[in-house]
T-cell receptor
Framework: QRVTQPEKLLSVFKGAPVELKCNYSYSGSPELFWYVQYSRQRLQLLLRHISRESIKGFTADLNKGETSFHLKKPFAQEEDSAMYYCALINAGNNRKLIWGLGTSLAVNP | NAGVMQNPRHLVRRRGQEARLRCSPMKGHSHVYWYRQLPEEGLKFMVYLQKENIIDESGMPKERFSAEFPKEGPSILRIQQVVRGDSAAYFC?????????????FGEGSWLTVV
């Protein structure tokens, strides 16, 4: 099982669309999450695929065919600048999260 | 609900000393996870505990690191004889016993600096 976030750093201008990529490999039915970490703060849950909700304008759709769970926002804001982690739950007997390495999003004015 | 509480927030230790990091889970949570975030790297799973029981320690270094979650009191991550490479942010997380939504909640982290 693995979670891959191919971009270590993503830089966009304010108002531009943003997409943070996440691909996974998992043999069962995964449960996927996006967490956000603002500068030196705690990690916060942003989205989980089972809830299919939009938080702070962000959405993410699970694409089982492409094994992806990309995070999207149509118009980036400066306050979106943060570290974003994609994670997958190991629904076996220990339920630990498997993390991507994270993507640092910088939204420039 | 006060959330997951970690202390100390910042800890400085000299090489060879011991570091103890504490984590009090959210009220009603009986599962605790420790993660390490090295500079310029992502989160790495270390250990998963339930009260008085280590469930998965596959991410723990084989030597010098230990973790416990006693029946009473916080979970403790202990690093003996620290080295410079142990300098990192250590995050604790907790989840409820019923695993509702499979969501885990994080503390604010403890930043260890080894000088």
């Amino acid at each position: 099982q693995r979670v891959t976030q191919p971009e270590k750093l993503l830089s966009v201008f304010k108002g531009a669309p943003v997409e943070l990529k996440c691909n996974y490999s998992y043999s069962g039915s995964p449960e996927l999450f996006w967490y956000v970490q603002y500068s030196r703060q705690r990690l916060q849950l942003l989205l989980r695929h089972i809830s299919r909700e939009s938080i702070k304008g962000f959405t993410a759709d699970l694409n089982k065919g492409e094994t992806s769970f990309h995070l999207k926002k149509p118009f980036a804001q400066e306050e979106d600048s943060a570290m974003y982690y994609c994670a997958l739950i190991n629904a076996g007997n220990n339920r630990k999260l498997i993390w991507g390495l994270g993507t640092s999003l910088a939204v420039n004015p | 609900n006060a959330g997951v509480m970690q202390n100390p927030r910042h800890l400085v230790r000299r090489r060879g000393q011991e570091a103890r990091l504490r984590c009090s889970p959210m009220k009603g949570h009986s599962h605790v996870y420790w993660y390490r975030q090295l500079p310029e790297e992502g989160l790495k799973f270390m250990v998963y505990l339930q009260k008085e029981n280590i469930i998965d320690e596959s991410g723990m270094p084989k030597e010098r690191f230990s973790a416990e979650f006693p029946k009473e009191g916080p979970s403790i991550l202990r690093i003996q004889q620290v080295v410079r490479g142990d300098s990192a942010a250590y995050f604790c997380a907790s989840s409820p016993v019923d695993d509702s939504g499979n969501t885990i909640y994080f503390g604010e982290g403890s930043w260890l600096t080894v000088v």
